[in-house]
């Protein structure tokens, strides 16, 4: 079956952009619609009941646009609101966790594993009950890390300031002996080249966003939902709660593109 309805993106601000662009890459046949709540970014610090009711907002306003599949190409909301949705939804739903740990356990050879995100996702402890299920000797080093968040949604990813804040976050884990570091936050590959320098090229870093991308492409063969002969590439079609100015930089920075122009839309009672 030909199936041209676009694939749903949800992030709380940009951060679901590093998903979207493996996307891109993956899959160019397909339609996209991105949407990032800027205005409420970052999710990592807010309570898990707020974090469910805004991913509700955001699944709605989606769902709305004929999507056929949901991506919450977010940890945070992944961690807190994958299970309910899923069970809600008439269209598959997908998470970043999964994808991120079977790439984890598939790379690391010391099985000394390092997490890195957002207070809520670290909290939730969905990355390390994941790995113990699949590899119960590992180890597993959890750090949150909120400052990393704050610096992509401002455009200061390549700033000295940034150099030292990753630099000066990171430093728990330099000890570790991690051979593996799981990117937790679908933001914190727009920080990758000063993350990998700070923990050394030993280190392999696990785009968990990136990962799911395959997953994704398995599963729109699985369901016979694919996109067949349209001319390439597919559309992106891009919201914001916040700036679209903002949101058009970086989008148009990360993707390579000069195309990128947002909408302005307006979720729940802001
Ligand atoms: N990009 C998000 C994640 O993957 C959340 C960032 C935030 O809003 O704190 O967790």
């Known amino acids: ?37 800027t205005a409420r970014c970052p999710y990592g610090p807010r309570p898990a009941e707020q ?27 992944t961690a807190v609101a994958l299970e309910e949705i899923n069970q809600a939804l008439p269209i598959p739903v997908i998470g970043v966790i999964a994808s991120g740990t079977r790439a984890a356990v598939k790379a690391t050879k010391s099985q000394q594993i ?20 699949r590899v119960a000797s590992a180890n597993v080093f959890s750090l949150a890390c909120p400052k990393f968040v704050p610096l992509v949604e401002s455009n200061q990813t390549h700033s000295p300031i940034a150099k030292k804040i990753v630099a000066e976050t990171l430093r728990p884990l330099q000890n570790k002996k991690i051979d593996t570091l799981i990117l937790g936050c679908t933001h914190y590959p727009l920080l990758r080249p000063i993350i990998q320098n700070v923990m050394g090229k ?17 599963l729109l063969d699985y369901f016979n939902i694919v996109s067949l002969n349209t001319p ?3 559309k992106l079609a891009c919201y ?14 990360w993707l390579e593109r000069t195309d990128v122009k947002s909408q302005h839309i307006q979720l729940g009672e802001m």
Request: aromatic residues 6%; proline residues 3%; contains cysteine.
């Open 232 to 234: 390439k590439p597919g």
């Open 114 to 133: 390092g997490i890195i995100g957002t207070i809520g996702t670290v909290n939730s402890k969905s990355y390390e009950t994941a790995i113990m299920s």
């Open 1 to 37: 079956m030909n199936n041209t309805q676009p694939i749903g993106f949800i992030d709380s601000g940009v951060g679901g952009l590093t998903v979207i662009k493996e996307a891109m890459k993956q899959l160019p046949n397909e339609n996209m619609i991105y949407l990032g709540d």
């Open 240 to 253: 914001t709660t916040g700036s679209t100015k903002m949101f058009d930089e970086i989008a148009n920075k």
């Open 202 to 218: 030993d280190v392999q870093l696990v785009d968990s966003g990136a990962e799911t991308i395959s997953e994704v492409s398995m």
């Open 51 to 77: 974090v469910v009711q805004y991913t509700w907002e955001m699944t709605r306003f989606l769902m709305k646009q004929n999507i056929k599949m949901l991506v919450i190409a977010c940890n945070t909301a």
